[in-house]
């Protein structure tokens, strides 16, 4: 099946920085990439959608410009949250629909990466 | 517009006898349905999904579901629970329109 990568896994950063989370299709090309934001024990919240080479489009309530979004190439897309805050502590996943296949609507998820702002 | 519900926010269990995870849909269309499942700290796998054709779907690690149109059902089973099937499961929908919906989930606990 398609492999999605994310990367990293885990990161722990001071308050004030940036942090820059990678989402990479393996094998196959991602003309979408989905980012959502998931709090303990709850259900996963759509952030943004990704295409490759246009501009990210936001849920309703989602600070573009926390959340930078950046989708360079049919195999990688970026999130950058940046002047992390301790809310910003969250469980973030990634995820990409084929390009070329049937528009079922099936994802394919990375890994997901825990981030935890001191 | 659409919308998913799984109805039970936890079930429990006992190793050995059956799953039944329960999850109601509504969309103006003909939508296709998953179940993806996550183990903690992980992200998602899908388990099955349901895009018009047979309406009983087989998946991985013995899963299936039954797309019942009449009762906007896609219910999640299992005959045999395993301590590994302990995650959080989610159904999923997605229309013509392309927009995908996750219900809020159901944790599984299983016990020994």
């Known amino acids: 099946g398609a492999v999605v990568s994310q990367h990293p896994s885990r990161v722990i950063c001071k308050s004030g920085t940036s942090v820059k989370i990678e989402c990479r299709s393996l094998?196959?090309?991602?003309?979408?990439m989905f980012w959502y934001r998931q709090f303990p024990k709850k259900s996963l919240m759509l952030m943004a959608t990704?295409?490759?080479?246009?501009?990210?489009?936001?849920e309703q309530g989602v600070e573009k410009d926390k959340f930078l979004i950046n989708h360079a190439s049919l195999t990688l897309s970026t999130l950058t949250v940046t002047s992390a805050h301790p809310e910003d502590s969250s469980f973030y996943i990634c995820?990409?629909?084929?390009?070329?296949?049937?528009?079922?609507?099936?994802?394919?998820f990375g890994e997901g990466s825990r981030l935890t702002v001191l | 517009a659409q919308s998913v519900t799984q109805l039970d926010s936890h079930v429990s269990v006992s190793e050995g006898t059956p799953v039944l995870l329960r999850c109601n849909y509504s969309?103006?269309?003909?939508?296709?349905l998953f179940w993806y499942v996550q183990h903690p700290n992980k992200g998602l796998q899908l388990l099955l999904k349901?895009?018009?054709?047979?309406?009983l779907v087989k998946g991985i690690n013995g899963f299936e579901a039954e797309f019942k149109k009449s009762e906007t059902s896609f219910h999640l089973t299992k005959p045999s629970a395993h301590m590994s099937d302990a995650a959080e499961y989610f159904c999923?929908?997605?229309?013509?329109?392309?927009?995908?919906?996750f219900g809020k989930g159901t944790r599984l606990h299983i016990l020994p």
């Open positions: 999923v929908v997605s229309d013509r329109d392309d927009k995908i919906i």
């Open positions: 990704s295409n490759e080479g246009s501009k990210a489009t936001y």
């Open positions: 995820s990409a629909r084929v390009r070329g296949r049937l528009n079922t609507g099936e994802l394919f």
């Open positions: 349901y895009t018009s054709a047979a309406t």
């Open positions: 969309s103006s269309y003909s939508p296709s």
């Open positions: 094998d196959f090309q991602a003309t979408t």
